[in-house]
């Protein structure tokens, strides 16, 4: 029996696989859709960007070279040099990594937080709901990038604070949309039934609701993923986030905006990789969408 | 005289990952001014019989048959625009529930109106006439007041009277009801299919009654087919249902509880008895 | 002894009452039927009995215990429910094992994997659906999977909420069948909600009438082989759901 027989068995022999065949079908349904499977490479390339780039980038991203100021893209420096004289494309590899890590640590706090809150709220309604859920309002009701302004403003620059400010910004989201999809079973039969059976609350929500709002949270994730990257940037562009020398795009462009009239590549070349990351993620996010919460395929 | 509708060989096919399937495999029945039931279990492809007649079936759904005649017009050949002239006005479907057939923005009184106002042009004095007489016809009592009121304000067996009134207004020969009453009480059930009934007798209309309960079609049918997995096992005259041969027909029948019921285990179809797997 | 006994039950929903002033007494070992159109408040005394329903006055005992608002472990053991949409009551992302191991982790009971593969036998499900996901199973399954999840407690009272109102009749009648033989080996006490008479008629010893949420009639379910009812409105339902033909029968 080979692998793959072994995942589509119609009656699988163990817990494990009968998971492992429903996420194979998952990545099959995934893999039919172009636009998915480019979004996908592209944030393969971006992990395996972040993890390799000392390899990758051929000089250092902080290393400067006053005499080579300000350099058209050539063969020795493929995408120029900025006003230190700092080759481009060596700061935009090691710019992935922090891409990556401000993309991962948002997700790793703010999904999470949401996630929870909003099965709370959603799973007892009542006071417990309301009371969440004005506390979520209140932070909807901010301009995500005035709020992570202002906390940034409050704790400091940097790009752990910046890190901090977005995730306080993207929860409340996410808070919503796990309150509305328990609201859709929380008196469903089937959470009637666990109810009946004396489990508990903590339980309850732990391992029936949550995993239910586990795909639109992903979705969500991953096509908010776009928007992250755009406000770290908004926050490096600023002077707020990323503090010099570095590497992150967002200052890049803003250190390049100086200079955008006559050098434009200094601002650029982190520009289009800003672009090609957040296309990434929208396309995967799309696809994942039709793969995992098919009731909203072809909507939006 | 020539029927009203001659089906010969239907076929409906949906796409899935494992190929086309066929969730009609060749059916054929003719239809007079009548009342044919077509009795079958969920997936038998009893409603998509239905839908196919009206050409409801939408990509990637397909649809073919060797003969598909209404009233002498050929409805295979028509387009979708030259279809709409005869759904609603000459041929029209009361579907199973009316919480979701209705619009519940608009009164009930206007979408009777709509119903006919779609097909003909009616001076607004006389819609209204026709309106409140197809009410009372459906035995509404105060036809002015459920006129001017929502879908949500009407309970379950009136929101289906209203919608058996919209799809008899506009006059038409031939009425397909896929479970009309099935979201219904059992007492008004009975209500609304004898009031169908009334209405197709009375106008000399053709019906076609779907439905999964036989003993309901056998009731208000004249003759009754029985489908499963896509194909017609069983065609008999209603009141000789209880002689039906077809080892699934029998299995069905045998299969219901009756309500004066003293057997103690009720016998299971044994699908392996016609199937040949 | 009593299994279940109801004393003037009034339940609500939002502060307006939906059942007013229910009294019933149900046997051990008794399977009863409570039998009503849409609205007439018969799932409702299901659910306040489940503990799913917890706005109600007056009382309600379980083998002798009175029973507590909300749902509770202890009463759990006693007592579960089978629902009426059979794709509806499964966890679309668990597991037939992992939804029959819940009860039995949820009360620290061991030698899980046995008892989920004899719960299965008993159902009539062979062991290849252990593994399967609800949408890899047919209505019928899944309503056998929802069945054995109630019995993985041993419970001695079942509480079935339209168990076969959204199956085919062919698949009804294994259903039913089952349930029937469940509660013969077992000794299992039924109530169960249904608007299908015949249903009551092939598988209830007794049954009680509602009406826009009172009880109109107590009567043993020979009364639906005579139709001997008394008040009017359980005539009427008694002849729209086919018995004005055993009426007409006996007439000739």
């Known amino acids: 029996m080979s692998a793959r027989d072994w995942l589509l068995d119609e009656s699988p022999n163990s817990r494990m696989q009968a998971n492992a065949g429903r996420f194979y079908r998952m990545g099959l349904a995934l893999l039919r859709n172009p636009l998915a499977v480019l979004g996908a490479l592209i944030i393969l390339l971006l992990i395996a960007t972040a993890v390799f780039a000392p390899w990758i980038a051929p000089e250092s991203p902080v290393g400067q070279m006053l005499d080579r100021r300000l350099l058209p893209p050539s063969s020795a420096n493929w995408m120029g040099t900025d006003e230190l004289g700092r080759d481009i494309f060596s700061r935009v590899v090691y710019g992935a990594r922090i891409t990556l890590m401000i993309v991962a640590l948002v997700a790793i706090i703010a999904a999470p937080l949401g996630l929870i809150i909003g099965a709370v709220a959603g799973y007892f309604g009542g006071w417990v709901d309301k009371l969440l859920m004005g506390f979520t309002d209140i932070f909807l009701s901010m301009p995500k990038l005035i709020l992570a302004l202002a906390f940034v403003a409050a704790l400091g620059p940097g790009i752990e604070n910046a890190i901090i400010a977005i995730a306080i910004t993207a929860w409340p989201a996410y808070a919503r949309i796990a309150r509305a999809e328990t609201i859709t079973f929380r008196s469903s039969e089937f959470i009637s039934a666990v109810k009946l059976v004396g489990a508990s609350d903590a339980r309850i929500i732990g391992l029936h609701v949550v995993p239910l709002c586990m795909s639109s949270m992903i979705v969500r994730v991953t096509l908010d993923m776009a928007g992250i990257i755009l406000t770290a940037a908004g926050l490096g562009f600023l002077g707020l986030g990323a503090q010099p020398p570095l590497p992150e795009w967002g200052a890049m462009i803003s250190r390049g905006r100086v200079f955008i009239l006559d050098q434009w590549w200094v601002a650029t070349m982190p520009g289009f990789a800003i672009i090609l990351v957040s296309l990434g993620f929208c396309f995967l996010g799309d696809g994942l969408r039709d793969v995992l919460d098919p009731k909203q395929a072809g909507k939006s | 005289m020539t029927p009203l509708l001659e089906i010969e060989n239907l076929r409906v096919s949906f796409p899935t990952t494992q190929g086309r399937i066929e969730v009609v495999k060749g059916v054929s029945f003719t239809l007079g001014r009548e009342r044919l039931g077509i009795v079958g279990e969920s997936g038998s492809g009893k409603s998509m019989t239905g839908r196919a007649i009206l050409r409801l079936i939408r990509s990637p759904g397909e649809v073919t048959a060797e003969r598909m005649m209404f009233d002498g017009t050929d409805l295979l050949s028509r387009s979708e625009r030259a279809m709409r002239p005869l759904r609603g006005a000459r041929m029209s479907m009361i579907m199973q529930d009316p919480k979701f057939s209705l619009n519940p923005v608009m009164t009930v009184g206007a979408q009777i109106a709509e119903a006919v106002r779609a097909h003909e042009s009616v001076p607004r004095r006389a819609l209204a006439n026709r309106v409140r007489e197809m009410l009372e016809a459906v035995r509404i009592n105060d036809p002015d007041r459920v006129a001017r009121m929502y879908p949500h304000e009407v309970s379950g067996g009136m929101g289906q009277r209203v919608m058996i009134a919209m799809m008899l207004i506009p006059r038409p020969d031939l009425l397909i009801a896929d479970e009309p009453t099935s979201a219904l009480d059992v007492s008004v059930q009975a209500q609304v299919l004898d009031l169908i009934d009334e209405l197709i007798v009375n106008n000399g209309m053709g019906l076609l009654l779907i439905s999964h309960d036989l003993n309901l079609v056998a009731r208000y049918c004249d003759r009754i087919l029985v489908m499963n997995s896509g194909e017609v096992v069983e065609s008999c005259d209603a009141a000789d249902l209880h002689a039906a041969t077809h080892p699934y027909t029998r299995g069905l029948l045998a299969a219901i509880p009756r309500i004066d019921e003293t057997r103690d285990v009720l016998p299971v179809l044994d699908r392996s008895a016609w199937s040949g797997t | ?252």
């Open chain 3, 1 to 252: 002894m009593t299994a279940i006994s109801l004393k003037s039950l009034t339940i609500s929903y939002g502060g307006i009452p939906a059942v007013h002033d229910v009294s019933l007494e149900i046997g051990d070992g008794e399977s009863f039927a409570l039998v009503g159109e849409s609205g007439s408040g018969k799932s409702t005394v299901l659910r306040a009995i489940a503990g799913l329903a917890p706005e109600w006055t007056g009382e309600i005992s379980v083998l002798g215990a009175p029973r507590g608002h909300g749902p509770d472990r202890a009463f759990a053991r006693t007592c579960q429910m089978v629902f009426q949409d059979p794709y509806g009551s499964l966890h679309p992302r668990k597991t037939v094992d992992s939804v029959l191991s819940e009860p039995l982790i949820v009360h620290g009971l061991s030698e899980r994997s046995g008892r989920v593969s004899e719960a299965l036998d008993m159902v009539g499900l062979g062991q290849e659906f252990r593994f399967r996901f609800p949408h890899q199973l047919s209505g019928g399954q899944r309503q056998r999977v929802a069945i054995a999840r109630a019995l993985m407690l041993k419970p001695r009272i079942m509480l079935l909420d339209e168990p076969t109102s959204a199956l085919d009749v062919s698949v009804q009648a294994e259903i039913l069948n089952l349930l029937k033989r469940l509660r013969r080996d077992q000794g299992l006490t039924y109530l169960m909600v249904t608007h299908n008479l015949p249903v009551v008629a092939f598988m209830c010893d007794r049954m009680a009438v509602m009406n826009a949420g009172r009880v109109v009639e107590t009567a043993p379910s020979s009364a639906l082989r005579t139709g001997d009812f008394s008040d009017p409105y359980a005539q009427h339902l008694y002849a729209a759901s086919g018995g004005d033909e055993i009426a007409s029968k006996d007439g000739q």
